[in-house]
């Protein structure tokens, strides 16, 4: 049997240790930086 990576959970990961080397002291998920994204377009129009 191969052992497989779950996409989603590699993302996941990378986001959360990428906040936590950061320092960042709020939660951040992808969908937070998704929503982050989506505002900032949306104020440049």
């Given at each position: 049997?191969?052992?497989?990576?779950?996409?989603?959970?590699?993302?996941?990961?990378?986001?959360?240790d990428?906040?936590?080397?950061?320092?960042?002291?709020?939660?951040?998920?992808?969908?937070?930086?998704?929503?982050?994204f989506?505002?900032?377009?949306?104020?440049?129009?």
């Amino acid at each position: 049997m191969r052992y497989r990576i779950k996409p989603q959970r590699c993302g996941r990961h990378t986001i959360k240790d990428a906040v936590r080397r950061s320092r960042i002291l709020k939660r951040a998920s992808a969908h937070t930086l998704r929503h982050s994204f989506a505002s900032h377009l949306l104020q440049a129009n």
